[in-house]
């Protein structure tokens, strides 16, 4: 059992469509992280939240739109996506400090019509 | 800057085989080194971690040491079971960087 819930589990939506993507973590975790994995590839990140702030955006089109409303939540909101964006989207989270490894949710399997 | 070079694969084992999975990696100072396991239709679990040179990690039967004067973090099992039928992923951290994975190495076990 994974202790990062991803909400939902699969999406499939309308390139015209907003949706909104969740994680929820109780461990206590101040840093937080979506990643976008393709078919047979590595993870690659998007966004970092540390202590409930944006700290790394990596070059994400502005067609995604993160949030994080308090510590155990974030958002990943969704607009106007293209059929490339379809892919595995991955919540992370992790302890802040030292060397503590991310944890990962299961994922939501987006596809974009 | 930091990378982590991973055999891709595929390797395909018969049940109760022996296991190597090949992790290099280039890093300045003395990073955090991971295998993560992705099983079909999940996310990633962590499956072993090491923080300093000439720590073993280990977890289900799988290990892994940090070995610092060869810049690798080799995967290893001793006897492989069908459900260990997954893609395992070397990974690297290093303070104030991004989690930066290996390109993953699908292991595919028969009975």
């Known amino acids: 059992d994974t202790e990062v819930t991803q909400t939902p589990k699969h999406l499939v939506m309308g390139m015209t469509n907003k949706k909104s993507l969740k994680c929820e973590q109780h461990?206590?975790?101040?840093?937080m992280y979506w990643y976008k994995q393709k078919a047979k590839k590595p993870p690659e990140l998007m966004f970092v939240y540390s202590y409930e702030k944006l700290s790394i955006n990596e070059s994400v089109p502005s067609r995604f739109s993160p949030e994080c409303p308090n510590s155990s939540l974030l958002n990943l909101h969704l607009h106007a996506l293209q059929p490339e964006d379809s892919a595995l989207y991955l919540c992370?989270?992790?302890?802040?400090?030292?060397?503590?490894?991310?944890?990962f949710g299961d994922g939501t399997r987006l596809s974009i019509l | 800057g930091n990378s982590v070079t991973q055999m891709e694969g595929p390797v395909t084992l018969s049940e109760e085989a022996f296991l190597t999975i090949n992790c290099t990696y280039t890093a300045t100072g003395y990073p955090s080194l991971f295998w993560y396991v992705q099983y079909p239709g999940e996310g990633l679990q962590l499956l072993l971690k090491?923080?300093?040179?000439?720590d073993k990690g280990s977890n289900k039967g799988f290990e892994a040491t940090y070995r610092k004067e060869t810049t690798s973090f080799h995967l290893e099992k001793g006897s492989v079971q069908v459900s260990d039928s997954a893609v395992y992923f070397c990974?690297?951290?290093?303070?104030?960087?991004?989690?930066?994975f290996g390109k993953g190495t699908t292991l595919s076990v028969s009975s």
């Open positions: 090491a923080t300093k040179a000439d």
């Open positions: 992370a989270s992790r302890r802040t400090g030292g060397d503590q490894p991310q944890h």
């Open positions: 990974a690297l951290y290093q303070a104030g960087t991004a989690l930066i």
């Open positions: 461990m206590g975790h101040r840093a």
